[in-house]
């Protein structure tokens, strides 16, 4: 399998645009995360889902933000409009909880700059 | 809300020393991961601890978890330069499945 797939690697975009981050997760996983991380406040979780559903999203910063997860194998993280604030390195990560371990595997991120 | 602790954020150390990372949370929880992350790159599953007193090995590392304590440890045996990385542990809280990270340790091994 090639992992967890994200695109674009890098985005840079002007406040106020509307930004699409994508994730194509491990074959057979059922959960997807969604996780940001900056110098100030680390990692942290935006949302997760389980069969394609939101199960979490106490993380979405505000409204300007919203993930999809239209089918097993695809999601995306949309901002609009986005904000320099916005600036970070977003992760998707995917997981199975077999034999308890729920163990997560991460995508190699979308570096995200807004100017 | 849960919180993950870790301690020292920043390591510098000697080749062929041994430290110990230490990872503290504030809630109950049985299922505490470790992770790798070298800069620019996206985070490395290094450790999965299920159990209380589960000890895992691997190479150079070896986690262990005290789920009485909330405390999980990360030794490191007669450093390398290829262990310089950041580690981060990770909690989930017993009803959910998201991660809580700490905020990394940062280390740095000099010849």
């Known amino acids: 399998d090639a992992g967890v797939i994200q695109s674009p690697r890098h985005e840079v975009t002007e406040m106020g645009q509307e930004v699409t981050l994508r994730c194509k997760p491990i074959?057979?996983?059922?959960?997807l995360f969604w996780y940001r991380q900056t110098m100030m406040r680390g990692l942290e979780l935006l949302i997760y889902f389980n069969n394609n559903v939101p199960i979490d999203d106490s993380g979405m910063p505000e409204d300007r933000f919203s993930a999809k997860m239209p089918n097993a194998s695809f999601s995306t993280l949309k901002i609009q409009p986005s904000e320099p604030r916005d600036s970070a390195v977003y992760f998707c990560?995917?997981?199975?909880?077999?034999?308890?371990?729920?163990?997560?595997?991460f995508g190699p991120g979308t570096r995200l700059t807004v100017l | 809300e849960l919180k993950v602790e870790q301690n020292p954020l920043f390591l510098s150390m000697q080749e062929g020393k041994n430290y110990t990372i230490y990872c503290n949370y504030s809630t109950t929880s049985d299922r505490l991961y470790w992770y790798r992350q070298d800069p620019g790159k996206s985070l490395e599953s290094l450790f999965v601890?299920?159990?209380?007193?589960a000890v895992k090995q691997e190479g150079r590392l070896m986690a262990s978890l005290d789920t009485k304590a909330r405390l999980s440890t990360l030794h490191i045996t007669a450093a390398v330069h290829d262990l310089s990385a950041t580690y981060f542990c990770a909690v989930v809280s017993n009803s959910g499945y998201a991660l809580n990270f700490g905020k990394g340790t940062s280390l740095l091994v000099t010849p």
């Open positions: 074959s057979g996983h059922d959960y």
């Open positions: 601890l299920l159990s209380n007193g």
């Open positions: 990560a995917s997981g199975l909880p077999g034999g308890g371990r729920n163990e997560q595997f």
